[in-house]
Each structure stands twice: as C-alpha cells, then as structure tokens.
C-alpha cells in the first residue's frame, strides 16, 4: 500500500501530521513554505527523502503565493500536476522578484535539518529549474511546479526499485530487525528498509519484523509499528537497549536500516542508534542491509567526517510524552544521527542493485546519478 505521505494540491502543500501518530490521522495543509520550514523542524514530516519532497513542494507555493497575490481579480493559480499550471496566465510580476522569493523560500527550507542531503538536493533542482526559466512567471511556475511533481514520483519508483531488489536477499520465514521508521511515512508513500519488505510479502514471504522504538522520538514504536500494521506486517517493538538481547538470540536474519547520508567511501548517517545494531550484527554475524535511494549518496562528503550531524533540542529527552524525567541539573547529549562505518554494512540496497563492498568508487560514482 503506497501512504500518502506527502502531496500538493490545490495551492497547498498537504501531509500527514506523523507526531500525533499512532493515536490520531491527521492531515495539515500548509500554504506557505515558512509552514512547511516549520513542520520540517518539528518532524510533522520526517525522513530523508520525505523532507525533500516537502521542500521542493514549499518552494512551489511561494512562487504560486506570489503570482496569486498578483493577479488581481484573477481566477487563481494552483499547480495541477496533470495539466500543469491552470489559471490565470500573463500576470505581470517582476521576474527578479518570483527568483528573489524562491531564494528565500529556499534558505528557509535549508535552514531546517542538516543531516539528510536529500533536502539540499531537493532544493537544488528546484533553483536549477528556475535559473533555466527566467522571464515569464508563469512558465517559471509551471516549470517548478512540475519538478517538484517529478521529484517526489522519482522517489516513487526508486523505492518501488529498492524493494525489488532488497526482496531478494530476504526468504521467507526470516525476521528482520529495523531501526527508526525508513517506511512509507519517511519517503514517497512507499519506503527504503520497508519497502523491501512490503516487495518480499508481495512476493509470498513470511517475514516478521522487530522494529526498535528509536528514542527519543519513537520513530519505531509509534510511526514503523503503525505503518507494518496497517499493510498487515507481523511486527513486534522492542526498546532501543532490547537489540542486544534480541540479536545475541540468533532470531533475527538481516536487519535493514535507512540512511539520511551516505558518503563517498559508505559511511553513513541514519537515526542514532544505527551505528549500535550495525555493531550488534558484526558481533553476532547478521547481515547490515542500508536501502536508499542514490538520492540519499553524497558525492561531496569524503567520509562520515565530514556528514553534519543533527543536535536537537535538550527538551526531546527531558520530557517523555510531556512529562519531566530527567532532574534539573543533567546534562543532555542528543545527537539526531550517528554514523556507520562502511565496514560494517553488508551492502546497500539501491534502486540501480544491491551495491557490496569495497564501496569507495562505486559510491562516490552512483551518487553523481541520484539528484
Ligand atoms: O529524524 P528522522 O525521523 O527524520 O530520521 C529518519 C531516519 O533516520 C530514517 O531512517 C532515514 O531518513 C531514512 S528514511 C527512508
């Protein structure tokens, strides 16, 4: 089943608000990409290429904001994924302006999380586009509005790609541990790490998996055990210190992580607590799957050194579901990511195979192809 996560429609950026999941399915639209900036940094939408999608589409409605403030007594401009852009065309506006706004739209977008790069990809296609389309703002907003619609149904059909390719290392009966939530929530609707096991059911397979909660945020426990559950996944939650125990069973088969960065020589980022498993599994010889799409590879970071990593705010820890834990006077470290040596994982899972080590040129040469 693909979520639907995150859409444009009708003027307005509108996604499945996922902290107040599991308890509630709510849908935000958002009008302004101040809106989606916010929704970012506060996780109402999360997940690597999740928040590049949001972001390409929070650009598109400043630009359609600007053209409809513009166009006095017209009939309005909503981007229509179909037919492209509908509405009043030939408003007068000022070329330098719609660039000026969609530069700031886009500082805004990338002023919200560092650490996944799909976000700063994102971003740059959509000002790429509009340094192509200079002039007419209605073309520029036609030409825009349709990348931001190419990138989100780009990242549709890697995840369709990834789950393929990712099925065929599973078999049936196998039960696979994940961290964090690498589902439909966190992409176009479909997934990476789940996806791979919503394509290994399709095929027929049985497989079970143990989803770790993910402190502090419970990515796991509240977004990957909702999502499992409705496509009928057999799924059981363990706390983040439970993977030890779980894993030293000999239980788990693989276990399949996302990845928020991926580094020329494979070092990558996911949700912190990634790298425990990923260490985890070498101790105990279970296989380190990361299923991302090349959208998700930086050609630009060397190494895990140089992936900026995430702090967010000390609150996150010290309240649990809104109240206090931890006493006045503790320090806090809350780091978003950590980073897995590339020695530790097994092989990526990507739209274009299953990539094994040694990575160093077969990454840096993949991430040229996943803007
Ligand atoms: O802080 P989050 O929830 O945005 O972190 C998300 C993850 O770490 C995911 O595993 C990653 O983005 C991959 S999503 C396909």
Redesign the pocket.
């Known amino acids: 089943m693909i979520l639907q996560t995150i859409d444009y429609v009708e003027g307005s950026v509108v996604m499945i608000d996922q902290t107040a999941l599991p308890m509630e399915e709510r849908m935000i639209r958002l009008s302004r990409a101040d809106g989606v900036a916010g929704a970012i940094r506060s ?1 109402r939408v ?6 590049g999608i949001a972001a390409a589409f929070g650009m598109l409605l400043e630009l359609e904001n600007l053209l409809r403030e513009s166009d006095q007594g017209g009939t309005g401009f909503f981007f229509d994924r179909k037919t492209g852009m509908s509405g009043s065309r030939g408003v007068a506006i000022d070329p330098e302006e719609a660039a000026g706004k969609l530069n700031q739209a886009a500082e805004l977008l990338a002023a919200t ?1 560092p ?2 790069v ?1 976000l700063f990809r994102a971003i740059e296609r959509m000002k790429r586009v509009a340094r192509e389309n200079p002039g007419d703002p209605a073309r520029l907003c036609s030409e825009t509005g349709a990348e931001a619609f190419r990138i989100h149904d780009e990242e549709l059909e890697r995840e369709r790609r990834i789950g393929a390719f990712g099925a065929a290392l599973l078999r049936s009966g196998m039960s696979v541990l994940t ?5 439909g929530l ?2 176009a609707g479909y ?3 789940l996806a791979v096991i919503y394509s290994a059911r399709g095929l027929g397979m049985d497989i079970r998996v143990y989803a770790d909660e ?1 402190r502090p ?1 419970l ?1 796991g426990g509240r977004l990957t055990a909702w999502e499992l559950l409705k496509n009928g996944v057999d799924v059981t939650v363990l706390c983040d210190g439970a993977a030890a125990s779980l894993i030293s069973t000999g239980k788990i088969g693989a276990a399949i ?4 960065r991926i580094a020329a020589n494979g070092d990558t980022a ?2 912190i607590g ?1 790298l425990g498993v990923a260490v985890l599994c070498a101790r105990y010889g279970v296989p380190f799957y990361v ?2 799409p090349l959208s ?1 590879f930086d050609p630009d970071a060397p190494s895990g050194e140089s992936i900026p990593i ?1 702090h967010r705010s000390e609150e996150e820890l010290i309240y649990f579901s809104g109240i206090r834990t931890i006493p006045e006077g503790a320090g806090i470290y809350n780091p ?2 950590d980073v897995t040596p590339a020695e530790l994982i097994t092989a990526f899972i990507t739209e274009k195979g299953v990539i094994y080590p040694p990575y160093g040129g077969k990454t840096g040469r993949l991430s040229g192809a996943g803007s």
């Open positions: 996780m999360r997940g690597a290429p999740a928040i999380r650490t996944a799909n961290h964090c939530n690498a589902g966190a992409t997934g990476t790490a993910t945020l990515q992580v996302g990845a928020d996911n949700k990634t299923a991302a998700t995430e978003a990511f």
